[in-house]
């Protein structure tokens, strides 16, 4: 790796465009009307597959490739750090898990995963088919039309809150319901903290979050000191007591920064992938009979009621493969940044410290010598997983930060389609176009019209 700027390398192609804005503006942009990739593809013509740009406030170089992928996902802190965009460090919070690394890193991590891991999981399963339950009860039957993202959202907003955080329906849910878009919307945003901006209500709706928060983790801490609460009953519960058992293991700010930024991880993204697979169910008759066919073996092999079980989930194989197909095609993350913590070389060039490098998921979910005829919808190339190659199928990330979430994704995601498949059939009310705001958002949000099929 190169040592100074006094080597000879040059870093790679491309403008850093105007101060503090750089081409952040072009990106988000082309995002909105879901031309991002053709955007990227440009820069590819003109500079090459690893070119520089500026974006959020810093220099930037953006590279693709399974490559690119390895080098990013899986270089040590000592020559890429996780920090993220000013924007996203600024709301999420400077002690959150994307922002630390090394020894940090692993034992926050190490904290949240024992909440999200599958022996963990195993436990959750009928508290989950519950609330998928009260939710299609709520706002599915007995109605004609639904527009499934915002309810998509809701749904995967109140899993979260009941299993990860142990808060109930009423009031400070709502509350917290109330802030979420607002600061979710500043995350990919140009760092400017004036009274109009987008960031700057973001902060404000992140600091209302923060506190809301902190009034839930001081009620659990007397829960867990003075009656005696099982430590692992949530999510926070569970930072809380290793704080207790091992002074300082978890600071409060880590609790909060970190509590605040599953709530985020936890629910846009698993949103997302529901309302286009439900989207693509509407639009392939065949995958939908199929998937259809999977869910009410499953749903007859049971008693009436009994709510599913981890053996229940582990035979959705061919379910998981169409959301994984899901994944591919519309994938919820569209990429995201890493720094480099000195000067690095990099395929012949010079890549400077403090510099920002992207990395953009559909590049290579879409790329015809990885996944052929990638404009197909095809389940069956997940079949034999193996013969993907690696940091090729990127969706949830890679190496030591790949999503801790994948696990409760998969569960809420198989759960809520089997509610869903066995007890309605729908329609598209709205063409097949999208926007990215970062997140995918279907035109109309998604509006279906929905027909109650015979329970099973
Ligand atoms: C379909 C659903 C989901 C998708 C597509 C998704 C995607 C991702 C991606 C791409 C990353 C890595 C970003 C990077 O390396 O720059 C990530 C990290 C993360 N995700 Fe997810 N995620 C999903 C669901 C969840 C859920 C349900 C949770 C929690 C309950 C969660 C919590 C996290 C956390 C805490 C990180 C940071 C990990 C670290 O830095 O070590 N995600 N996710």
């Known amino acids: 790796l ?46 090459g597959p690893i070119s520089k740009l500026s974006l959020f406030g810093k220099p930037t170089v953006f590279m693709y490739g399974p490559a690119s992928n390895k080098f990013i996902f899986t270089s040590d802190n000592s020559t890429l750090s996780n920090g993220q965009t000013q924007s996203i460090r600024r709301i999420l919070g400077e002690r959150c898990v994307l922002e630390l ?17 599958p022996e963990s999981l195993i436990k959750y399963v009928g508290k989950m088919d519950e609330e998928v339950r009260m939710h299609i009860q709520m706002h599915w039957q007995g109605k004609q039309e639904v527009k499934v993202l915002p309810l998509m959202k809701s749904l995967t907003f109140n899993i979260i809150c009941t299993l990860l955080f142990g808060i109930e329906r009423g009031p400070r ?4 319901a109330k802030w979420f878009p607002q600061m979710i919307e500043g995350m990919w945003s140009v760092p400017i903290n004036l009274p109009f901006t987008r960031f700057n209500r973001s902060l404000r709706a992140s600091a209302s979050i923060r506190d809301t928060l902190k009034e839930l983790m001081d009620e659990k801490r007397v829960e867990l000191e003075q009656k005696g609460a099982n430590p692992h009953q949530d999510l926070i519960t569970c930072m809380l007591s290793i704080y ?13 920064d970190n509590a605040r930024l599953v709530m985020i991880a936890g ?14 169910l509407a639009n392939e008759p065949s995958i939908y009979a199929a998937v259809l066919k999977e869910q009410e073996a499953i749903a007859k092999s049971k008693p009436k009621g009994e709510f599913l079980s ?5 035979k959705m194989k061919y379910t998981w493969r169409v959301a994984q197909e899901t994944l591919r095609m519309v994938p919820p993350v569209f990429g995201g940044f890493r720094k480099t913590v000195k000067d690095i070389e990099y395929e012949g060039y010079l890549i400077p410290k403090g510099w920002q490098i992207f990395w953009v998921t559909n590049m290579t979910h879409t790329d015809g010598r990885i996944f052929p005829e990638p404009t197909k919808f095809d389940p069956t190339r997940f079949e034999n997983q193996s013969a993907i190659p690696s940091y090729s199928f990127v969706p ?17 995601t198989l759960v809520t389609v089997h509610h869903l498949v066995t007890k309605f059939s729908w329609k598209l009310c709205s063409d097949n176009s999208f926007g990215r705001d970062p997140m995918p958002v279907p035109t109309k949000q998604l509006l279906v019209q929905i027909m109650p099929r015979n329970e099973v």
């Open 2 to 47: 190169g040592k100074s700027r006094k080597s000879s390398k040059k870093v790679p192609p491309g403008s850093l465009g105007i101060p503090i804005i750089g081409q952040s503006l072009g990106l988000l942009r082309s995002m909105r009307a879901n031309t991002a990739e053709e955007w990227l593809q440009r820069r590819i013509q003109k500079y």
């Open 101 to 117: 690394s090394g020894q940090d890193h692993k034992r926050v991590r190490g904290a949240l995963m024992s909440f999200l891991k």
């Open 173 to 176: 849910r709502d509350e917290l």
């Open 244 to 256: 207790e058992q091992n002074n300082e293991v978890m600071t409060e700010q880590e609790i909060l």
């Open 267 to 280: 629910h846009d993204t698993s949103s997302v992938l529901l309302t286009f697979l439900i989207r693509l």
């Open 310 to 314: 981890w053996e229940d989930i582990s």
């Open 396 to 412: 949830f990330g890679g190496g030591p930060r790949i999503c801790p979430g994948y696990e409760f994704a998969r569960l809420e």
